[in-house]
C-alpha cells in the first residue's frame, strides 16, 4: 500500500532531496509544489497521509496554512528556522526537520506519521458492543465490558482491570489466562505487566504508550514488535 504524500517549500532544491528521499524510502507517491497556495488545494481535494510543508516561504508562512489542513493529514514541517518548532507543535505536527536534516531522521519522521495515523484508523473502527468477559471478583461472577476497559495491569497472581468510569476491579487470575479470554486482534501486550485495548492507543514510542485519556503506558523491550504488527493489521 502506498503512502501518498504532497511536498510545499518555495525552494526547489529542498523538494529535490525530500523526493530523492521519498525514493529511497519506498512505497510513496509524492506530488510536489513549489506554490503554497496550489499545493494546499490539492490537500484540501485530495487529503494525502503525510503533508511535508516548508514554513518561511516567499509572502507566506507554512504555519498559516496549517490551520486549514483537513483532519487525517499527517503533518511534518520541515525548514531551517528551529524557532518555529514550539508553533509546529501547537498545531499537532507529527515532526519538525530542520534543514538540513538526513536520510535517516527523514525516515523517522514518516514512520511516526505512518504509525499515528494507522492507529487512528484501526480507533475509528467499530470496535465492541456488548462483548463481555466473566471473570470472578470478589468471590463472585461478574460481567465486564470489553468497551469499558482503559487497560489491564497484572500484579503477581492478581490482574486489575481499569475500567473508564467505574472503580478498577480486581480478580485472582494469571494475565496469560486473562489474554485468552479476549477477543484476538483488540488487545495487544505491550508489558509483562500491562495490557491494552488497540482502539484506545493515542500515539507511542518505543519506550511507552499514551493512551487517549493521556494515561502513559510503559513498553517492555520484548512487546514493542507487538505494536508494530497491530501497524500491519490495519494496511
Known sequence: MNIKCIAIDDEPMALEIISSFCRRYGNIELTTF?????GMELVRRTKPDILFLDIEMEDINGTELARDLP??????FTTAY????LDGFELNAVDFLHKPFSYSRFEKAVQK????????????????TDEYITLKVE?????????????????DNYVRIHLTNQP?????????????????????????????PVHRIA?????????????????????????????????
Open 34 to 38: 513549489t506554490n503554497p497556495i496550489a
Open 71 to 76: 483532519p487525517g493529514v499527517m503533518l511534518i
Open 82 to 85: 528551529a524557532q518555529y518548532a
Open 113 to 128: 506519521a505512518v504509525d499515528l495515523q494507522t492507529l487512528q484508523r484501526l480507533s475509528a473502527k467499530p470496535v465492541f
Open 139 to 155: 468471590y463472585k461472577n461478574t460481567n465486564i465490558r470489553l468497551k469499558d476497559i482503559l487497560y489491564i495491569e497484572s500484579m
Open 168 to 196: 478498577t476491579l480486581t480478580s485472582q487470575m494469571s494475565m496469560k489466562t486473562l489474554q485468552e479470554l479476549l477477543p484476538e486482534g483488540k488487545f495487544v501486550r505491550v508489558h509483562k505487566s500491562f495490557v491494552v
Open 203 to 235: 500515539s507511542y514510542t518505543s519506550k511507552e504508550v499514551i493512551l487517549y485519556n493521556g494515561t502513559k503506558i510503559p513498553v517492555g523491550r520484548n512487546y514493542s514488535k507487538c505494536l508494530k504488527d497491530k501497524k500491519t493489521e490495519a494496511t
